[in-house]
């Protein structure tokens, strides 16, 4: 074992641990709030609303992440229009276009995480805000979004860890991640074996971790589950 070697591939490999988080973060973020709107689009009853929120949901799921990225990296730019308008200025950068295929892939898969979550809120707590005067947007804010994303967290941990593994694809549209470094580290020394071991540990220590984010973001928001004498510990 070549020590010396794994050490200086494990620092190399470190760089890309940042843009790994921000796209994994961001495209978390910005497809979250996409989700939300999807979920309520399928929930809200409306036909127009509800089949186009299928059909979105039928096409990013039903398609490879890997082509998705290559559609929106390759493909827009060869329409003069999109070349013409405001959004070339991102399109033309392979960070924004793998962002934007994150953003659209999780959003499709966190829209039934958080459509599961609100139709688990009880009926009878929705009828109870309805009888104390809420209007629809209170009870939205007050009563079902807390309650379901406490329903969808775990669901939504799954979701996390699947973005962190998905940013690897951006290394194919030259994004210099942990993936795209360790190809450049092979490219330059042959030693595959030993760049890949090391890349897979660090994917695995970042979602060891946000495993553990979770469990305690879920811990904290259940407190009505916890043993009776590990709440009056947690009181006292």
């Known amino acids: 074992m070549d020590w010396a070697f794994m050490s200086e591939t494990l620092l190399a490999l470190l760089q890309g641990v940042p843009l790994t988080l921000n796209l994994a973060g961001l495209s978390v973020a910005l497809g979250g709030v996409l989700a939300l709107g999807l979920a309520l689009m399928r929930l809200s009853g409306w036909p127009p609303l509800d089949y186009f929120a299928r059909a979105y949901l039928a096409v990013f799921r039903g398609t490879p992440l890997l082509v998705q990225i290559f559609l929106i990296y390759y493909g827009l730019g ?132 946000i495993t553990r984010i979770v469990h305690a973001l879920e811990y904290w928001l259940t407190p009505h589950l916890r043993p009776a004498t590990s709440a009056a510990g947690a009181a006292a």
Do not use: D
């Open 78 to 209: 060869q329409f003069p229009a999109v070349r013409a308008s405001w959004a070339w200025a991102f399109l033309r950068e392979p960070y924004w276009c793998a962002i934007l295929a994150l953003t659209l892939n999780t959003a499709a898969y966190a829209s039934e995480i958080f459509r599961g979550g609100i139709l688990s809120v009880p009926h009878g707590q929705i009828e109870a805000a309805m009888a104390s005067g809420m209007s629809p947007m209170m009870r939205l804010r007050r009563i079902i979004l807390p309650l379901a994303v406490r329903q969808a967290l775990p669901g939504y941990g799954n979701e996390l860890i699947l973005m962190i593994k998905a940013t690897s694809l951006a290394s194919i549209i030259t994004m210099m991640e942990i993936t795209g470094i360790a190809a450049k580290l092979i490219s330059e020394t042959f030693r595959a074996i030993e760049i890949f071991i090391i890349a897979g540990a660090i994917y695995l220590v970042i979602n060891f971790v």
